[in-house]
């Protein structure tokens, strides 16, 4: 089975989501001592699920959309919209699986939060 193990986003100012994405979800970054401008994101310890990922000057319109797990999703759309983000679909139930919304953040990069609840109607 496939898994992601790494996603990518970049911006025209890569340097200033750095201070959008500590904030909301505490991501670690650290500058890449490679070729070109980019950033390693540290999204949590290793020994828990999940992907780590990585961040760039923006090259094109493509977009990849990552969804990202949160304990309450109320909270975080409260601090994306806080921190210059924009809902662009609001939180709505997956019956039986959980709470998703999708926010762009200030670069234009559009990702999706998922709070599992399986309770949700």
Known sequence: MARI????????????????YKTIFDWKFSKWEGPMQYWMIETGPADQPGINGGLSKRQ????????IDVENIDSVLEKIQKQGGTIIA?????????????????EGNVLGVMQDDSTAQ
């Open 60 to 67: 094109s319109d493509d977009r990849v959309v990552n969804t």
């Open 90 to 106: 609001e939180k709505a139930a997956i019956p039986g699986i959980g709470w998703f919304a999708q926010f762009k953040d200030p």
């Open 5 to 20: 193990v790494h996603f990518d986003l970049s911006g025209d100012d890569p340097e200033k989501l750095i201070p959008f």
